[in-house]
């Protein structure tokens, strides 16, 4: 099956820095990509989707500076959280929409969990 | 997208049949209805979708009222391993963007 493949799984840094999550789509290519952070028992909220070689679109509330978004390739994008602040402390996930035209699910990642001190 | 209603939380024993239901009654005509379930601390995974039918799977069944405004996720022998938060989504098209609700967390029983 198809896998989603998000790195790093865990990530903890000082406030301040910059932390960078890569989403790859292992086995098929993706035009869009879609971006989820999740607080604890809480769902998932949608962030951002992410369209390959074009602007992500933010969902209303999301600083689209805060978070930066690259979609560089069909097969990779990349969320960066700038200037980290204990309040971005969450499990962020990403999900991949297959190009193919009959693509009818969703692939997800297995997160990340940042950690801001 | 239309609301979907789950509730909070169910039990189950362990090999025991389980249905989780699910509430659409603003569902639309071109509304597919996804479920998705989230271990802990993973991302979600796909389970079923469907759009009028009854649909089967290797994981689940999908059981759709025949007014679409319901529907109810069977999963035949419930495993320990299938103790997860159950997301019941409507989508305009297969394979687009979800936005999750609350879901349903599974607990099973040995």
């Known amino acids: ?71 560089a390739s069909l097969t990779l994008s990349t969320l960066t959280v700038t200037s980290a602040h204990p309040e971005d402390s969450s499990f962020y996930i990403c999900s991949a929409r297959p190009s193919a035209r009959n693509a009818e699910k969703l692939f997800f990642g297995s997160g990340t969990q940042l950690s801001v001190l | 997208d239309a609301k979907t209603t789950q509730p909070n939380s169910m039990e189950s024993n362990e090999e025991e049949p389980v249905h989780l239901p699910c509430n659409h009654s ?32 290797r994981m689940a069944s999908l059981a759709i009222a025949e007014d679409r405004k319901s529907s ?18 409507l989508s305009r098209n297969a394979g687009n963007m979800l936005t999750f609700g609350g879901g349903t967390r599974l607990m099973v029983k040995p």
């Open chain 1, 1 to 71: 099956g198809a896998v989603v493949s998000q790195h790093p799984s865990r990530v903890i840094c000082k406030s301040g820095t910059s932390v960078k999550i890569e989403c790859r789509s292992l086995d098929f290519q993706a035009t869009t990509m879609f971006w989820y952070r999740q607080f604890p028992k809480k769902s998932l909220m949608l962030m951002a989707t992410s369209n390959e070689g074009s602007k992500a679109t933010y969902e209303q509330g999301v600083e689209k500076d805060k978070f930066l978004i690259n979609h």
């Open chain 2, 26 to 57: 603003t569902i639309s005509g071109t509304d597919y209805i996804h479920w998705y379930r989230q271990l802990p601390s993973q991302g979600p995974e796909y389970v079923i979708h469907g759009l009028t039918s009854n649909v089967n799977n």
């Open chain 2, 72 to 89: 109810t996720l069977i999963l035949h022998r419930a495993t320990l391993r299938d103790a997860a938060v159950y997301y019941c989504i």
